[in-house]
C-alpha cells in the first residue's frame, strides 16, 4: 500500500477519534506534530483509561454521598480511583454512635419511668391526706410516722401541728405496768398441741395483715440473744439462733437500724442475768421488756432512769433477759409498748396506731410464752397490724401481759431452720435485718412447764 492510500485509510479508521483528541488534548499533537498509526493507538489507550478513571471516580463519588461519608479530597492514582475504598473505621464508629445512642434512650426510659413513679406517689398520698376519708388520713399518717425512712410522706404535706392532731386522734391511754405475779403460774401443766421442742405453731390472720404465732410452753426456754460485744454490724436472726445453740426465736429491742448495719442496742439489754447494755437515760417513753428469774414476764417503764437505778432493779428484782422499747406518741415517733397488763387491754383511741408489721411477745395464764410476727407494707397485699389488732389476737390466745417489740422491716420469725415470717424488703425476703438483740428459744428442758 503506497503512503497516499495508508494515509486515507487511517483517515476512515481514526479520524473521528484523531479530531477529538485534538479538541479535547491539543498538548499531546502540539508534541509531535503529526501522528503515525501506532502513536494514534497509544494515545486512544491512554485516553480510554483516563475515562475509565473518571467514571469510577465519579461513581465512588456517588456512593459515598449517598451513605453520608466524607468525600475524598486528597489527590489519588488512577489505582486507587479504580479500588474500593476500605470502609473499617467509619463502620466502627457508626457502631459506637448506635450503641450510645441505645444507652441514652434506656437512661432516658427509666428516668422518665423514676419520675412518673414519683409523680404518681405524690398524687396518690395527696389524694389520701386531702381525700374525704378522715380515717384514712388518720391511719396513713401514723403508719408512715412508725417508719423509719417514710415520715416525710407525712411531713410534705401537713404541718406539725396537723400531725400533733392526728396522733391524738390514734393514740393510747397511759397504763399502769405493775405486773400481779399471782395470775401467772409457771408451775402448772401446760396445754396445747406441741411438738417434741415444746412449740406449736399458729397461723393468725386479720383484715389487714397475716401473722404467725409461736406458743412455747416453758418460759424458762426464752431469753435473750446479742452479738455482744457489740460492733458495727449484727446478725441476720438465722444466725443468732445457730451461733446460740437455740431452735427459734424472732428480733427483740430498740437498736441502731440505718443502713442495715444493726451492730448496736439502744437503752438496755439483759442476757442471763448479764447487763450488757445500760443507757436509759435520754429515751423518751423508755420500757424494759423482758424475764425475770420466776420466768414471769415483766414490763417496765424506765425512762430517765440512771444507770445506778437501772443495775439495782436488776440485781433486786431478778431480771434475767430483757432488752428496751419506745412508747412515744409524737410526729417523731410514734411507738408503743404495752398492751394488755394483768388480763386488761390498754384503752385506744380509734385503732391506737398506723398499720405495720409487728413483733410481740405476751404471757398466759398457765406461763407459756406467746411471740407474733405478722407482715404489711405491702407483703401479700396487706398494709400491716394496728394495736387494736395485736390485743385482739393476744387477748384471743389468752394473753395476760403482752407488749410491743420493734417492728418494721425488723419483724421476722424462725423456727426450726427456716423463716416463717421475714421483712418486707425484698433483698431480705428469705432472711432478716442485722439485729444485735433478739428473743430466742432454747432446746426443751427436761422437767420443764410440761
Known amino acids: 500500500m503506497d503512503e497516499k492510500e495508508r494515509d486515507l485509510s487511517f483517515t476512515a479508521v481514526y479520524g473521528d477519534q484523531f479530531r477529538k483528541i485534538q479538541e479535547e488534548s491539543p498538548e499531546q499533537l502540539s508534541k509531535t506534530g503529526s501522528v503515525s498509526e501506532e502513536d494514534m493507538q497509544a494515545l486512544l489507550r491512554s485516553k480510554e483509561q483516563v475515562l475509565i478513571g473518571r467514571v469510577a471516580k465519579r461513581k465512588l463519588e456517588e456512593e459515598q454521598k449517598r451513605k453520608g461519608a466524607p468525600k475524598e479530597t486528597a489527590p489519588k492514582t488512577e489505582r486507587q480511583v479504580c479500588e474500593k475504598p476500605v470502609r473499617e473505621k467509619p463502620e466502627r464508629a457508626a457502631g459506637h454512635l448506635g450503641a450510645g445512642k441505645i444507652i441514652g434512650r434506656i437512661l432516658l426510659v427509666l428516668l422518665t419511668t423514676v419520675a412518673a413513679v414519683a409523680l404518681a406517689l405524690v398524687v396518690i398520698v395527696a389524694s389520701i391526706i386531702h381525700g374525704p376519708s378522715p380515717s384514712a388520713r388518720d391511719t396513713f399518717v401514723t403508719t408512715v410516722l412508725e417508719s423509719g425512712n417514710l415520715k416525710f410522706l407525712a411531713t410534705m404535706f401537713l404541718s406539725e401541728d396537723e400531725i400533733n392532731e392526728i396522733v391524738s386522734r390514734t393514740s393510747m391511754a397511759e397504763m399502769e405496768t405493775d405486773i400481779n405475779e399471782d395470775l401467772i403460774a409457771t408451775d402448772e401443766p401446760v396445754q396445747g398441741n406441741f411438738d417434741e421442742n415444746g412449740v406449736e405453731i399458729v397461723q393468725v390472720n386479720g383484715r389487714s395483715f397475716f401473722g404467725t404465732l409461736m406458743i412455747v410452753a416453758d418460759p424458762s426456754q426464752v431469753f435473750v440473744g446479742t452479738t455482744y460485744p457489740w460492733g458495727e454490724y449484727g446478725k441476720e436472726l438465722d444466725q443468732l439462733v445457730t451461733m446460740h445453740g437455740a431452735i427459734g426465736g424472732v428480733n427483740g429491742g430498740l437498736y441502731a437500724a ?176 442485722r439485729l444485735p438483740t433478739s428473743f430466742l428459744v432454747g432446746p426443751a428442758q427436761e422437767g420443764g412447764n410440761e
Open 258 to 433: 440505718d443502713m442495715n448495719k444493726g451492730g448496736r442496742p439502744y437503752g438496755v439489754c439483759v442476757s442471763k442475768g448479764e447487763i450488757l447494755l445500760n443507757d436509759p437515760s435520754g429515751w423518751t417513753g423508755l420500757y424494759m421488756i423482758g424475764l425475770d428469774n420466776k420466768n414471769i414476764l415483766r414490763i417496765e417503764p424506765i425512762s430517765g432512769w440512771s444507770t445506778k437505778q437501772f443495775k439495782d432493779f436488776v440485781e433486786e428484782q431478778g431480771i434475767r433477759d430483757a432488752v428496751a422499747f419506745q412508747d412515744e406518741a409524737t410526729d417523731a415517733n410514734n411507738h408503743f409498748v404495752p398492751l394488755i397488763i394483768n388480763g386488761e387491754p390498754r384503752q385506744l383511741n380509734g385503732a391506737g396506731s398506723g398499720a405495720n408489721p409487728r413483733t410481740v411477745i405476751g404471757q398466759r395464764a398457765d406461763g407459756a410464752i406467746l411471740l407474733l410476727v405478722t407482715d404489711g407494707r405491702g407483703a401479700s397485699g396487706h398494709l400491716g397490724a394496728t394495736a387494736q389488732d395485736l390485743i385482739n389476737v393476744m387477748m384471743q390466745y389468752g394473753a395476760v401481759n403482752a407488749a410491743n417489740l420493734d417492728g418494721g422491716s425488723s419483724s421476722s420469725l424462725y423456727y426450726n431452720n427456716e423463716y416463717l415470717m421475714t421483712s418486707v424488703t425484698l433483698y431480705y425476703a428469705n432472711s432478716s435485718w
